[in-house]
């Protein structure tokens, strides 16, 4: 059964760089040699991600590309712009506003802390719900 996991940011390092914690779930699902997809809310956003994931850390190397071209499906991180199509992964990050549409085992929300993101991801959560997918919520 797919599982939708929340992480509603709180800490003082992820609310000044939300995209902090992205890299660092990305940095996990590497280390467990699982391939990630992060569905991207704009091109803008993919580009800041793209950069962040060379700089966090200095001790990681996380394999990581923008998503388009013939280097896709052996990329362990892919970041995907709206309107590029991929295809599908058991575990996906998503920063877009609608739930992921395709075929996932678990996908992770992860949810800044101004008011509109945390509106925004009640939504997704009840449509995660609907859709038979179970839900949790983890405070960053």
């Known amino acids: 059964m797919p599982r939708a996991d929340f992480y509603l940011i709180d800490k003082p390092r992820f609310r000044e760089q939300p995209l902090l914690l992205v890299c660092e779930l990305a940095k996990k699902a590497f280390t467990a040699q699982q391939p990630l997809l992060i569905l ?3 091109f803008e956003q993919a580009e800041a991600l793209d950069e ?3 700089a966090f850390d200095e001790d990681a190397f996380i ?3 923008l998503a388009g071209d013939e280097d896709d499906a052996d990329t362990a991180v892919l970041i995907v712009p709206p309107g590029i199509d991929t295809a599908d992964r058991p575990l ?3 920063l877009r506003e609608e739930c992921p549409a395709g075929r996932y085992e678990r996908v992770l929300e ?3 802390a101004d008011a509109a993101e945390r509106t925004g991801s009640r ?3 009840r449509e995660y719900q ?3 997918i179970a839900v949790a919520k983890h405070d960053m």
């Open 40 to 42: 991207a809310r704009d």
């Open 52 to 54: 962040l994931l060379w």
């Open 63 to 65: 394999p990581h590309q």
């Open 92 to 94: 996906l990050i998503n």
């Open 110 to 112: 992860v949810v800044a």
């Open 123 to 125: 939504a997704r959560w």
């Open 130 to 132: 609907q859709r038979g």
